[in-house]
């Protein structure tokens, strides 16, 4: 005969012994059916977390979606990084977007590339360097971020952008010494004769005052 495993019995058990045998497995059963349980709760609460069920959870609540602030202008973004924009400069562009977590500010704006060099250098924290986009593989930028002001995100240039950054701090240069938070840089040359340059910086929620009430996206 064969016990619930579906192996043989051990030969010559009987009476009292084979009914305490019998027990024994009765009870590791018991415990085995009570883990497997236990895990098949924990993994049906996972599957709900993070497979179907999660269709059922709340998304893209008001507070979760970003917002945009209106009337953002490059003057205005340039005085709250604390970078200044040179006056030649053409195509300004900015925006700030509102999220939960942390809002964003963008400024945007064009130099002949030659003064784009000479803008840029100074910038450039002593001892690092800019970085070739096409060393950053996979790279897709922010969805929405620059796109938002009609731009392609800049991460997802590979011919001619280079990215850097620095913070305060990191330079005496008149344009830059009055920087108040760190900014990621992205220099693009678009053509031959002209850079565009990308600056994006992070806020804590809440800068006030706006110049006017944020929108949703």
């Not at 009570?34 to 959870?57: E, Q, R, T």
Request: net charge neutral; with cysteine.
């Amino acid at each position: 005969m064969s016990d619930i495993y579906g192996f043989p019995g051990p030969a010559g058990l009987s009476g009292d012994g084979a009914a305490a045998r019998r027990r024994r497995r009765r009870i590791v059963v018991g415990v085995v059916g009570l883990v497997l349980v236990v895990l098949g709760a924990l993994g049906g609460g996972i599957y709900y977390l993070l497979g179907p069920g999660a269709d059922k959870m709340p998304a893209g609540s008001e507070s979760e979606k970003p917002k945009w602030a209106g009337g953002i202008t490059p003057g205005w973004m340039s005085e709250q990084v604390g970078l200044k924009v040179p006056g030649q400069a053409m195509d300004r562009r900015a925006g700030y977007k509102i999220t939960s977590r942390f809002d964003t500010g963008l400024l945007v704006f064009t130099l002949p590339r030659a003064e784009a060099d000479a803008y840029l250098e100074p910038l450039h924290p002593e001892g690092s360097e800019w970085i070739p986009n096409g060393s950053l593989p996979g790279s897709k930028g922010r969805p929405g971020e620059f796109e938002h002001l009609g731009l392609p995100e800049p991460e997802s240039i590979v011919k001619g952008m280079l990215i850097g950054g620095f913070c305060p701090g990191d330079t005496k240069d008149p344009n830059g010494v009055g920087l108040k938070r760190c900014v990621d840089l992205y220099a693009h040359q678009y053509s031959g004769e002209r850079t565009r340059i990308y600056v994006r910086s992070y806020f804590e929620p809440g800068i006030s005052p706006l110049p006017v009430a944020p929108t949703g996206a």
